[in-house]
């Protein structure tokens, strides 16, 4: 076999492909997720998608647009999209760019943005899928701990950005999911949130805001947007999969024209542009006003499975075990006791019939030894209960 | 504005943005296509996209798998996707990887093979959009022009690998659009096919063979895919852009698993997954049989666009203009006199309302400038022949 004989590594090369190698999406290779007890994923719900209304959607397009709706369209999104996104979060349309997906805009950011042994600030933990993508890029990522005091949070993110200084490495971009965060559920505060654009800007570094869970609040007031306290700083990116339907891949990032050209042109090599039929379905779900009636129910649904989860695990995890209590989203963080390891508990648990996803993965600095991700959106109650009390038993086994 | 102090050339920078910026994507972003006699752009014609087949089909996905088809799917396609190109392909399914565009599957390709400085060897001239792709990861481009003759063929090659060895540096892949080029619409006979491949295996490089049009033949016989030839050597890439629709932006990479394997890592953090709605409507489309009763009328159709234009070309173009004559595909390829330069004349032609693409474009030395690439799918029959009858004035006007 040739394969042998050809060096087939490159920039995406073996070392940093296993190292990062989802282990949500290893799962799904293995086993049907519909069999077991999953935790694992951010799924929103399947009850959520409207089928009826995007049936009817789908046949109002292809009258609308006839041929046009599946034709290649503009690398920047279809105008109509554009206007629409532009519209629902008051911008001016050349600020958006819609992508295929809220993974490829972290994705085209890097590319665009980072040079090999860049640096990329994180919180730790952060969403794996972006550190996947930083680290493909071969960015030094460096993860920075959430600390309740804001002058010990800002004194952390200090001494990073001094240490990175001192090694004459150049930040590139702060990533950042300022609601209900992937994978802790935690939301920014306000002053947290002015604080860090206040660094990014004395560091002349810009921020990469990433909030696909930003309209699913449960309860309490929507904090300010980090795009909004310095446009010209902060590249906002959003997604359709949370507050539609994740099987169109459609997101779309927000920021200066300037940077949006940038994105343009290196769209342009990617793929050209975003799937089009899909692009008009959005559009015209949401300028229907379905989305936001849609939307309305999802919220109203995923607060009452969050609600049940609080209780199942007040109810029946064993002492020593901590959680986070989200506003919204589709996540909460589990904390065991120094000690445990979620990575190696991760395979009885799957025998028994429950995943979720350790948290080591979401760790830049691989700590996080103790803790895990639960999902809430994707299971039934009566699944997300017998889920809880089979995980509660395996943890107080294990733990015992 | 804090962006004159920010840093924010990455990977993809500035120069390399500017260098290879689509020069059809700028047409678009200026002019309405309907507006002008757009020879530019390899867009299919509006009237092979069957709209009450699609629509019919969407209905049925939806009756059929109801949520699942909005929901997240496998990074690697979903099965019935993958099933049915393995199928219409004679090739194993582990084989198949759906792609979101066939533009991603030349730029995951180079992703997952290329480090900056690694040379791809490429025709010259070859797809703009691939030489983008390729530049953007800083590979080192290496065209290498057609001789009539095979033993002179396979000398340039030689000597173009030989070069790059004595540079100490490494050839990833030679990347070939046998079928009906783009831009030139020729094809390589099956001996030439049969030397590359040969080259490939003795040097230890990879083929990356783009193939969006190969179904697209008026005449002759169809000659074996570079991959039947060598499945372990060869990544073929295929498209539903020019047999079924570009608005749906899927494609497949037929590849060694081993290579698949890096590819769906890659994809991971790329963007998940390919649009699952869009997967499923292919799929159906496909194994109902409407794809191959469409394709036929398709063919049939740009069958008679190409003899048209190959006629009007004869009748209008003035002395020293040559061109060839594509046996399938969506293009010809004009010279004019040496000492004409095309990028220079598109803006008297697209002034007077003819669009094209200049050659140079195409050709990684940046050669080729008395050249323009012309398509034929796009336009109506009397809209081509105006168009023809323009742009031989305007040509006549210039060379005069």
Redo the contacts between chains.
């Keep these: 076999?040739?394969?042998d004989?050809?060096?087939?590594?490159?920039?995406?090369?073996?070392d940093v492909?296993?190292f990062?190698?989802?282990p949500v999406?290893e799962i799904?290779?293995k086993v049907d997720l519909n069999s077991i007890y999953s935790f694992a994923?951010g799924?929103?719900s399947?009850?959520t998608?409207p089928?009826e209304e995007?049936?009817a959607t789908?046949?109002e397009v292809?009258a609308k647009y006839?041929?046009?709706?599946?034709?290649?369209?503009?690398?920047q999104g279809v105008p109509e999209l554009r206007e629409a996104v532009a519209k629902r979060y008051g911008v001016p349309v050349e600020r958006v760019q819609i992508t295929?997906?809220s993974?490829?805009g972290i994705?085209v950011c890097?590319?665009?943005?980072?040079?090999?042994g860049?640096v990329v600030l994180t919180s730790n933990p952060s969403y794996l899928?972006a550190l996947?993508?930083f680290?493909?890029?071969r960015a030094d990522i460096r993860g920075v701990g959430h600390e309740e005091d804001i002058d010990a949070f800002r004194k952390a993110y200090e001494a990073e950005i001094a240490k990175v200084k001192a090694e004459g490495k150049?930040i590139?971009f702060l990533y950042m999911i300022p609601d209900f965060q992937n994978p802790s559920g935690e939301s920014l505060t306000l002053e947290e949130r002015r604080m860090l654009v206040e660094l990014a800007?004395e560091h002349?570094?810009?921020i990469v805001e990433d909030s696909p869970y930003r309209e699913l609040r449960y309860e309490g007031e929507h904090i300010p947007a980090m795009y909004s306290l310095?446009p010209?700083?902060v590249i906002h990116l959003g997604s359709f999969?949370k507050i539609f339907?994740?099987?169109?891949?459609l997101g779309w990032a927000i920021a200066?024209p300037?940077?949006l050209d940038?994105i343009y042109?290196?769209k342009?090599?990617?793929?050209?542009?975003?799937?089009?039929?899909?692009q008009y379905v959005a559009a015209e779900f949401l300028e229907s006003g379905r989305l936001d009636a849609n939307l309305k129910k999802s919220i109203s649904l995923y607060r009452t499975k969050r609600d049940l989860l609080l209780s199942l695990l007040e109810e029946h995890m064993p002492e020593g075990v901590r959680w986070t209590h989200p506003e919204g989203g589709l996540f909460l963080f589990l904390t065991m006791p120094e000690g445990f390891d979620a990575v190696k508990f991760y395979d009885t648990a799957l025998d028994a019939g429950v995943a979720y996803v350790a948290g080591e993965f979401f760790h830049p600095d691989r700590s996080g030894k103790n803790t895990m991700r639960m999902n809430f959106s994707f299971m039934s109650p009566e699944r997300i209960t017998e889920g809880v009390k089979l995980l509660a038993k395996l943890l107080e086994n294990q733990m015992s």
Tied chains: 1, 2.
Aim: a neutral charge; glycine letters at 8%.
């Design positions: 076999m040739p394969m004989s050809i060096n087939y590594n490159g920039l995406f090369s073996e492909g296993s990062f190698r989802s999406r799904f290779k994923g799924y929103p399947v009850e998608f089928l995007i049936e789908m046949s292809i006839g041929g046009k709706a599946f034709q290649y369209g503009a690398t295929s997906s993974q490829q994705d890097t590319r665009v943005l980072v040079n090999p860049d899928g996947q993508s680290c493909s890029y150049r590139k800007q002349a570094f810009l310095a010209d700083t999969s339907a994740p099987g169109f891949r200066h300037d940077i940038k042109v290196c342009q090599s990617l793929d050209l542009c975003p799937p089009i039929f899909d």
